[in-house]
């Protein structure tokens, strides 16, 4: 069972980046998902979750930038991130929720992929 994370990198400011999250070992299908971001010395930040039904959810921080989705076929969440700030630097990491959980609590989480941000 586990969840890891591809897609982080350097870029400028203004930039975008899709970031993906292959899962293995569960049933992909049946759990709520979620992006989650931590910066060192931070608690991890909540970003977005997509519920089986392909229901999204987002974080003020990040609505109208970012963008999740599911590929249950190929057991992959995504994060497309737009219009990329330096304050989105941070090391990102998908989530499964429990079932019948809250949106920000999570049972498993990828190591994460670093995404940094700067001129």
């Known amino acids: 069972v586990q969840l890891v994370e591809s897609g982080g990198g350097m870029l400028q400011p203004g930039g975008s980046l899709r970031l993906s999250c292959a899962a293995s070992?569960?049933?992909?299908?049946?759990?709520?998902m979620s992006w989650i971001r931590q910066v060192p010395g931070k608690g991890p930040e909540w970003l977005s979750t997509?519920?089986?039904?392909?229901?999204?959810f987002y974080a003020d921080s990040v609505k109208g930038r970012f963008s999740i989705s599911r590929s249950n076929a190929d057991d992959t969440l995504y994060l497309r991130m737009n219009s990329l700030k330096p304050e989105d630097t941070a090391l990102y990491f998908c989530?499964?929720?429990?079932?019948?959980?809250?949106?920000?609590?999570?049972?498993?989480r990828g190591p994460g992929t670093q995404v940094t941000v700067s001129s």
């Open positions: 997509i519920n089986t039904g392909g229901g999204t």
């Open positions: 070992g569960f049933t992909f299908s049946s759990y709520n």
């Open positions: 989530a499964r929720v429990p079932k019948g959980d809250s949106y920000y609590v999570y049972n498993l």
